[in-house]
């Protein structure tokens, strides 16, 4: 609990540092420049797509209908905008965890070993391309269980549940592997995975839930249909400093784990070295004659 403590606030005052902040703006800027491409080719398609998709469910008929029984204008035109984004933003998410991952995490990790574990050995046991299919595996995985669950989130307190539950799986599989390539070999990695898998996964799900927040923004309903353009690049940009205070979180916890695995595995006893009553024993049968401690301390003396 105390390294959880400890690289907690670690990260969030890294997170104040204006190196971290710039840091934060790239992939914004990439995954901006994908997102405005994709709306302007395809959000007035998208948009007329799901409205003809609402307007002809004969499941929703009876909703609709008993919506215009009570005065309700034309709640299509509303929803329809709503639902493509609702369909878009978990994409739009996990594009901005695998840009952060592959763009922002080992720059943040150096960060923070440059800072605080300048003497820390580098064994490199992750490249990079190891780490990108890592982090693309990992991905793919979050998408499906995503998408699987999604009937589960009409059970109120699963929908609070399932999605940052699957997010946070994601950020751990992603961040742990990132914060540990340069510096951990694959055997030291897994090692730390294995002892501090409950606290990463605690990590995880603590900054998905923290993922939550551009929520606050997508709250303004048609507001936010309208001004797609400007808001979606502004949650975008939460997300990010979200995920880059889980790398940082992560990278302090990692590196704080790895070099406490490395300071035990140093103050381990030799395998090599005979224990001291197998020393005796020996220096015995050399000095029969004299008494065990005598004999050690002949065989031992210095010369």
């Known amino acids: 609990m105390g390294l959880l403590v400890d690289s907690f606030w670690r990260a969030a005052v890294y997170c104040l540092r204006p190196r971290v902040i710039m840091l934060s703006m790239v992939p914004l800027l990439l995954i901006g420049v994908l997102g405005g491409a994709l709306g302007y080719f395809y959000w007035d398609g998208a948009v007329r797509g799901m409205r003809s998709m609402l307007e002809s469910s004969t499941l929703l008929a009876t909703f609709w209908g008993w919506l215009h029984a009570w005065g309700v204008g034309d709640v299509t035109a509303v929803m329809a905008p709503l639902m493509v984004i609702l369909v878009v933003t978990p994409v739009l998410v996990m594009v901005s965890l695998l840009a952060v991952a592959l763009l922002m995490t080992p720059a943040l990790v150096a960060l923070v070993a440059q800072r605080r574990f300048p003497h820390l050995e580098r064994k490199r046991g992750g490249s990079f391309w190891a780490g990108a299919v890592w982090s693309l595996g990992s991905t793919v995985l979050a998408v499906v269980a995503l998408v699987v669950s999604i009937p589960l989130w009409l059970v109120p307190p699963l929908v609070l549940v399932l999605p940052p539950l699957i997010w946070g799986w994601l950020t751990y599989r992603v961040m742990a592997f990132d914060a540990l390539a340069e510096h951990a070999s694959k055997e030291e990695r897994r090692e730390i995975l294995r002892r501090h898998r409950t606290s990463l996964l605690g990590i ?66 030799s395998a090599t070295a005979a224990p001291v009553s197998d020393q005796a024993a020996v220096a015995f049968a050399n000095h029969p004659g004299a008494a065990p401690d005598e004999a050690f301390t002949s065989e031992n003396k210095l010369p």
């Open 204 to 269: 995880g799900v603590l900054t998905g839930y923290l993922g939550a927040a551009p929520s606050l923004v997508w709250a303004s309903g048609v507001v936010f249909a309208a001004a797609f353009f400007v808001l979606v690049p502004l949650a975008i940009w939460i997300y990010t400093l979200v995920f880059a205070f889980s790398s940082l979180w992560f990278a302090h916890y990692c590196l704080a784990a790895l070099e406490r695995l490395r300071r035990e595995g140093g103050g381990a006893p």
